[in-house]
């Protein structure tokens, strides 16, 4: 059987619809069409490994991979601030990836899957993971604020779950003027 490089698979894939690739998108995410991430061929892991490599290199102390039904869906970490460990969970649901992809006529069907599904849902989180590393590495906020809505709670909960439940977390109690306390 012989190889094929991913511009050959590209070209095998796409080119038929007359779909130009942009190297630098097949390069960082895979393949990008239609305003949509439909293709990685970066594997989970690797990409795993990539935030791990840029999170370890803005404070994290501790990095750990949960998993769920033996699928990767969610890094862990500690960052220090003030000599307190704060812990955060970053997720990653390929649920909703999936379904996108399996509605979407231009996806081929070969591409409806979890394991796509899976890859390119860590891609757009890797994505987000460095849009956000940018604004720390320009000073324009500190890692913790960016990380602050996955901060792990005493109850397990994150920061932004808890407010998702509770959203008068946010707003406050109403005064009795009609303001908030």
Same mark, same amino acid.
């Given at each position: 059987?012989?190889?094929?490089?991913?511009?050959?698979?590209?070209? /095998?894939?796409?080119?038929?619809?007359?779909?130009?690739?942009?190297? *630098? &998108?097949?390069? &960082?995410?895979?393949?990008?069409? @239609?305003?949509?991430?439909?293709?990685?061929?970066?594997?989970?892991?690797? *990409?795993?490994?990539?935030? $791990?490599?840029?999170?370890?290199?803005?404070?994290?102390?501790?990095?750990? *991979?949960?998993?769920?039904?033996? &699928?990767?869906?969610?890094?862990?970490?500690?960052?220090? /601030?003030?000599?307190?460990?704060?812990?955060?969970?970053?997720?990653?649901?390929?649920?909703?990836?999936?379904?996108?992809?399996?509605?979407?006529?231009? !996806?081929? @069907?070969? /591409?409806?899957?979890?394991?796509?599904? !899976?890859?390119?849902?860590?891609?757009?989180?890797?994505?987000?993971?460095?849009? $956000?590393?940018?604004?720390?590495?320009?000073?324009?906020?500190?890692? !913790?604020?960016?990380?602050?809505?996955?901060?792990?709670?005493? @109850?397990?909960?994150?920061?932004? $779950?808890?407010?998702?439940?509770?959203?008068?977390?946010? /707003?406050?109690?109403?005064?009795?003027?009609?303001?908030?306390?």
């Amino acid at each position: 059987m012989k190889k094929i490089t991913k511009d050959e698979f590209a070209r /095998l894939i796409f080119q038929p619809r007359g779909k130009e690739i942009d190297s *630098t &998108v097949k390069e &960082v995410l895979g393949l990008k069409l @239609n305003e949509g991430f439909i293709v990685s061929f970066i594997e989970a892991e690797k *990409t795993i490994g990539e935030m $791990q490599k840029l999170l370890g290199s803005h404070g994290a102390k501790s990095i750990m *991979t949960d998993y769920e039904d033996g &699928v990767v869906s969610a890094l862990s970490f500690i960052i220090n /601030l003030n000599g307190n460990d704060i812990a955060f969970r970053l997720p990653c649901d390929w649920r909703p990836v999936l379904t996108i992809l399996e509605n979407d006529r231009k !996806v081929p @069907n070969n /591409l409806k899957h979890q394991f796509q599904a !899976v890859r390119v849902a860590w891609r757009i989180v890797l994505a987000w993971v460095e849009a $956000q590393m940018a604004l720390i590495d320009t000073r324009m906020v500190s890692t !913790v604020e960016v990380f602050l809505p996955y901060a792990v709670a005493k @109850n397990g909960m994150t920061l932004g $779950q808890h407010i998702l439940s509770n959203p008068q977390f946010l /707003l406050g109690s109403p005064s009795p003027d009609g303001g908030t306390e």
